[in-house]
């Protein structure tokens, strides 16, 4: 499945299916963005990070492409499983480092 | 390590009355945050600390104030103590900027 912006917040895939979530970012002087995960009743967590001197970063079972011609930036899991349900959210600094602006998240839904 | 910690985790205020949430980081980092996270939402700045005896306003400010007297400790205060301030708050930290943030378990704040 694949989550086309802030317009579908919410995403479902199958177990064992790859995830795609999309960010549509504001800024063309962020140069830093982050993608976190935030399980229920929970603080966020980091996932993976890129500077906008990359296209692309791969973690585990992560990936995060950034195309800064159309601000995008989009988080692919490999293989999703049921513990990766949660929200994810992006965050860019804006260029100023200091500060973090975060996106209203996707909320993703593992089926088994 | 505890990582960051917040307390207390949840607490229900009566209009008009104040009261101070603790953070508190054992890694040693430079950079604290707070942040606000109202139901469904992504998370919005409310102040941020570069270290000890330097803090600076983040998005929506208004309505509480910080100190960061330690390295280790970052307290929000609320004064006056109103429904809008209803919400979730998550202090984080960093090693340096832009980095990865790590981020407290929460407060869950409820005015009445």
């Known amino acids: 499945g694949e989550n086309v912006g802030l317009h579908l917040p919410t995403l479902s895939v199958q177990e064992g299916d790859n995830s795609i979530i999309n960010c549509a970012y504001s800024?063309?002087?962020?140069?830093?963005f982050i993608w976190y995960k935030q399980e229920s009743g929970k603080g966020p967590q980091f996932i993976i990070d890129?500077?906008?001197?990359?296209d692309k970063r791969q973690g585990q079972r992560v990936t995060v492409l950034l195309n800064k011609t159309v601000k995008h930036l989009s988080l692919q899991i490999a293989a999703t499983q049921p513990g990766d349900s949660a929200v994810y959210f992006c965050?860019?600094?804006?260029?100023?480092?200091?500060?973090?602006?975060f996106g209203t998240g996707t909320s993703l839904t593992v089926i088994p | 390590n505890a990582g960051v910690t917040q307390t207390p985790k949840f607490r229900i205020l009566k209009i008009g009355q104040s009261m101070t949430l603790q953070c508190t980081q054992d890694?040693?980092?430079?950079?604290m945050y707070w942040y606000r996270q109202d139901p469904g939402m992504g998370l919005k700045l409310i102040y941020y600390?570069?270290?000890?005896?330097?803090?600076d306003k983040g998005e929506v400010p208004n309505g509480y104030n910080v100190s960061r007297s330690t390295t280790e400790d970052f307290p929000l205060r609320l004064e006056l103590a109103a429904p809008s301030q209803t919400s979730v708050y998550f202090c984080?930290?960093?090693?340096?900027?832009?980095?990865?943030?790590?981020f407290g378990p929460g407060t869950r704040l409820t005015v009445t």
């Open positions: 890129i500077r906008s001197n990359m």
């Open positions: 890694m040693n980092h430079n950079y």
């Open positions: 984080a930290s960093s090693y340096t900027i832009p980095y990865e943030q790590y």
């Open positions: 965050a860019e600094n804006k260029g100023t480092g200091n500060q973090f602006y």
């Open positions: 600390s570069v270290g000890a005896g330097i803090t």
């Open positions: 800024n063309s002087a962020s140069d830093y």
